[in-house]
């Protein structure tokens, strides 16, 4: 295990402990993403990434963390690491939603169904892996529907229509900006 290696899972276990130092875990994670971006290391700089992007999700840096997120999937997309991918959708879509939610209460209804998309992509991935992430997707993607006003059947059907869906096809389905 190289030292950029060692630097991103203390830099992950220093932000995951409730006790830990996040200064300290965000520049773990950025040295050694500095590292594996030197050695091309697409598999680490995907891990760095996402651990970034966790700590700025944490902090309530919505639009860093879901920038982190998608230089993630960009990585993951680029490995075919569909797990990689069903996470970092995942995480982008709690991001996403976080960031459609407005001080008043009031939800930006546009990030809501961006959200949703981005969860649904997720579940379904989950689904493909034997995940057991799965379950916290379908009820994200539930709690979502409803607010949205989808009628309860239109997370199954939607499923049912992601099955028939290639990788390329889901993504630019969940991820339409950036296609």
């Avoid at 999700?57 to 680029?78: C, I, K, P, V």
């Avoid at 069903?86 to 939800?107: H, I, P, T, W």
């Avoid at 579940?123 to 799965?134: A, M, T, W």
Wanted: with cysteine.
């Amino acid at each position: 295990m190289s030292i950029a290696h060692v630097r991103t899972n203390l830099g992950g276990l220093e932000y995951q402990d409730a006790a830990g130092d996040r200064a300290q875990a965000g520049h773990h994670l950025r040295a050694a993403l500095e590292v594996l971006r030197a050695r091309g290391d697409a598999r680490g700089i995907a891990a760095a990434l996402n651990n970034l992007g966790a700590l700025a999700f944490e902090a309530g840096h919505m639009d860093e963390a879901s920038e982190r997120y998608g230089e993630a999937l960009s990585f993951q997309r680029e490995l075919c690491d569909i797990s990689g991918i069903a996470n970092s959708l995942f995480n982008l879509g709690e991001a996403v939603e976080l960031k459609g939610q407005q001080g008043d209460g009031q939800r930006d209804k546009e990030q809501t169904r961006h959200a949703y998309r981005l969860l649904a992509a997720a579940e379904h991935l989950f689904d493909e892996v034997g995940s057991p992430y799965k379950s916290f997707a379908r009820e994200f993607c539930a709690r979502i529907a409803a607010d949205l006003g989808y009628a309860s059947t239109a997370l199954d059907a939607l499923q049912r229509n992601l099955r028939q869906k290639p990788l390329d096809d889901l993504l630019a389905w969940a991820l339409p900006e950036n296609s």
